[in-house]
């Protein structure tokens, strides 16, 4: 079945580590996106690609870092100079032209 | 600072009641708007998208969209308790990057 995997689930980091969200589709979507959620709030766009070698930042670039090597790949960093990296990281991708997202299960981040 | 408002609830309705959600925007250049449903710890899944004023209905869900008011609300008939969730609203602001712009969420509670 077609869609969208994240790994890992559930992911625990201490401070001053990177991590490394990983982002996999098969969807044959060109436009992919990374947004965080933090708690009882709603969805922050973070990077997002439109196509393979290219990406742009969102609103809340600052400390994460992507690449779009491949079509079906678009993983994120999580580097040691985000300040508050403890959330749930949503990564989603859009097909056509409507607009539609479509989101991956989520990757949740706890740094201790 | 685009922007998308939405009351964070709980709205609390009884079962086979309606339950009514709003959402407003501030780009009234906004072309295309989404209600999403996130249950408690998943990733958001897409319920209903509209792009011209007017009504849209999907089974017991109806979204309408006011450009002129820059309103879009999301009816849900003979609401279920499998209906309690959080409710997003998305709307796209830039067509340029196709990302969405997310509200905080509301609430729905349905009672037994």
């Known amino acids: 079945d077609g869609g969208i995997t994240q790994s890992p689930k559930y992911l625990f980091r201490k401070e001053g580590q990177n991590v490394t969200l990983s982002c996999e589709q098969n969807?044959?979507?060109?436009?992919m996106y990374w947004y965080r959620q933090d708690p009882g709030q709603g969805l922050r766009l973070i990077y997002y690609?439109?196509?393979?070698?290219?990406?742009q930042k969102g609103d809340i670039a600052e400390g994460y870092s992507v690449s779009r090597e491949k079509k079906e790949s678009f993983p994120l960093t999580v580097t040691s100079a985000q300040k508050n990296p403890t959330a749930f990281y949503l990564c989603?991708?859009?097909?056509?032209?409507?607009?539609?997202?479509?989101f991956g299960e989520g990757s949740r981040l706890t740094v201790l | 600072q685009k922007e998308v408002e939405q009351n964070s609830g709980p709205l609390s309705v009884p079962e086979g009641a309606i339950a009514s959600l709003n959402c407003t925007y501030s780009?009234?250049?906004?072309?295309?708007f989404f209600w999403y449903r996130q249950y408690s710890g998943k990733s958001p899944e897409l319920i209903m998208s509209?792009?011209?004023?007017g009504d849209k209905e999907d089974g017991r869900f109806t979204a309408q969209l006011n450009k002129a008011s820059q309103y879009v609300s999301l009816l849900i008939r003979d609401s279920q308790p499998s209906d309690s969730a959080t409710y997003l609203c998305?709307?796209?602001?830039?067509?340029?990057?196709?990302?969405?712009?997310f509200g905080s969420g509301t609430r729905l509670q349905v009672q037994p």
């Open positions: 989603a991708s859009v097909g056509g032209y409507t607009g539609e997202l479509f």
């Open positions: 969807l044959n979507h060109d436009a």
């Open positions: 690609s439109q196509i393979v070698n290219d990406f």
């Open positions: 780009d009234r250049g906004s072309q295309s």
């Open positions: 509209i792009y011209s004023n």
């Open positions: 998305a709307v796209n602001h830039d067509t340029g990057r196709r990302a969405l712009t």
